[in-house]
């Protein structure tokens, strides 16, 4: 069953976001299993968030964006210590979850 893959974009630097952790959840309400972590590259990626062998059921997911380590990084002063996402998958598709980041307020969209 399909993909999934984000990437992080520090909108206040217009340049994608180093170093940080992502954790991918599946579950719902407030019982959450861990599915794979990684931690963003140069571009703002994991290329390998999930392995070749990992399936994916429907469901719902949680991505979780540990946020104030990069911003405690930089230096830099943030309302978010981190950003969950929970989304739905209902089919095979590829699902991109990107994050648009700053210290003060973030926004996302289902990409492609």
Do not use: C
Request: hydrophobic residues 30%; glycine residues 10%.
């Amino acid at each position: 069953m399909g993909q999934i893959t984000t990437h992080i974009l520090d909108t206040t630097k217009g340049r994608p976001a180093l170093g940080i952790v992502i954790i991918l959840y599946q579950g719902g309400n407030d019982e959450w299993k861990e599915v794979t972590r990684g931690v963003t590259n140069s571009d703002g990626r994991i290329p390998d968030l999930l392995s070749d062998s990992m399936v994916l059921r429907q469901g719902i997911y949680k991505i979780r964006f540990e946020t104030k380590d990069y911003f405690d990084k930089e230096q830099v002063k943030t309302f978010y210590p981190y950003v969950e996402i929970v989304f739905e998958i209902n089919s095979g598709e590829h699902y991109h979850v990107p994050l648009l980041l700053n210290p003060f307020g973030y926004s996302t969209y289902r990409g492609s």
